[in-house]
């Protein structure tokens, strides 16, 4: 299959921005247009809700959104299926007191959904270092209406845990510059990806699941966070179960403070999971999420989920 076969296989993933309307009030708009409720493949117009997104719609393919008033408003947001399952398995809190991180924020659709779960209640610490990208960014949460968001422009790995405004950060997401090898459709994903470096691709990927596993280290230095979501939209072990084993060896899960969520808390009706020759046990391969392009008809994805051991909290000791 080329790149544009496995493409055409892929729906046209629309997210119901819940910051400005309900998904019942979107469906109601999406029929009085004529759409039809059935299957994106089975009639021209035809679109359905997600099995296992909430909030998300499927629509055929060639269906043409960027001129659209919906999207121009920032109404439904273009995010395929995959790069929904980071806020939803996270599930931050939607309270006045909730305190989340998106360590890797920008173009920010990944923010966006984090702050219509929290129902624009608490505080979303949005992080970027690139510039351009940090603009982009701020687009992006003003479009989304987005009023719970500080995004700022640094990068995650010089902010210090110890920080007092982060004493209450229970929720982190990192989803971190990768490889993006799992990418097989266009819009949404172009804007993800930096551009590729010229180096050898094993020397490449090592550097990267370096910088990974530095940045998941760092997210559970925070004193009081409970859940880690690590995922990328690469394809390969080596971001990501190999990445997920280190973390689990490292001095920070050794002390007993942080496992994987086992797979009833991780998305369980989703189907393929991780590579178990790739983890230290068939369990682990279960708690991992992947996507394959072409035959999930998503890009390629991955997602895990650590969660604190309890009564680990370093404030509590
Ligand atoms: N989560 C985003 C979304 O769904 O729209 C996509 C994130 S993209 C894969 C990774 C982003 O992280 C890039 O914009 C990159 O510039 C940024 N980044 C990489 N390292 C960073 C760091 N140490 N601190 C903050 N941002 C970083």
């Not at 496995?6 to 119901?16: E, M, S, T």
């Not at 790995?157 to 950060?169: A, N, W």
């Not at 551009?195 to 997210?219: C, P, V, W, Y």
């Amino acid at each position: 299959q080329t790149g544009d076969e496995r493409a055409a296989k892929i729906p046209r993933y629309i997210r119901v921005n819940t910051t400005c309307w309900s998904m019942e009030e979107a469906i109601k708009e999406f029929i009085s247009r004529g759409h039809v409720l059935s299957g994106p493949f089975d009639h021209p117009k035809g679109f359905k809700k997600d099995d296992h997104i909430d909030n998300l719609l499927l629509f055929p393919p060639d269906s043409q959104w960027v001129e659209d008033e919906l999207y121009k408003s920032g109404k439904v947001i273009l995010q395929d299926k995959a790069s929904c399952f980071p806020a939803q398995i996270l599930s931050p809190p939607a309270s006045d007191n909730g305190v989340v991180i998106d360590a890797t924020a920008a173009p920010g659709n990944k923010t966006s959904h984090l702050s219509a779960l929290m129902q624009g209640k608490g505080k979303l610490y949005a992080f970027e270092r690139d510039r351009r990208r940090f603009s982009t960014l701020q687009m992006m949460l003003q479009k989304a209406r987005c009023k719970n968001v500080e995004p700022v422009n640094t990068d995650f790995l010089t902010t210090s845990p110890e920080d007092p405004k982060f004493s209450t950060v229970t929720h982190i997401l990192l989803d971190p510059s990768c490889s993006g090898s799992g990418i097989v459709n266009r819009l949404d994903h172009l804007l993800e990806n930096e551009t590729e470096s010229s180096e050898d691709q094993e020397s490449r990927l090592n550097k990267l699941s370096g910088f990974q596993l530095m940045m998941i280290k760092h997210a559970m230095k925070f004193p009081s966070v409970e859940r880690i979501v690590y995922s990328t939209c690469s394809i390969h072990a080596v971001e990501n179960e190999y990445v997920v084993r280190a973390a689990l060896k490292s001095e920070e899960c050794t002390a007993g403070r942080f496992k994987l969520a086992p797979k009833a808390e991780v998305l369980p009706t989703w189907h393929r999971r991780g590579i178990a020759g790739e983890t230290e046990s068939p369990d682990e391969a279960e708690s991992l999420i992947r996507c394959s392009p072409g035959e999930d008809a998503t890009n390629g994805f991955f997602v895990s989920l650590f969660v604190r051991e309890s009564n680990t909290r370093m404030n509590k000791r």
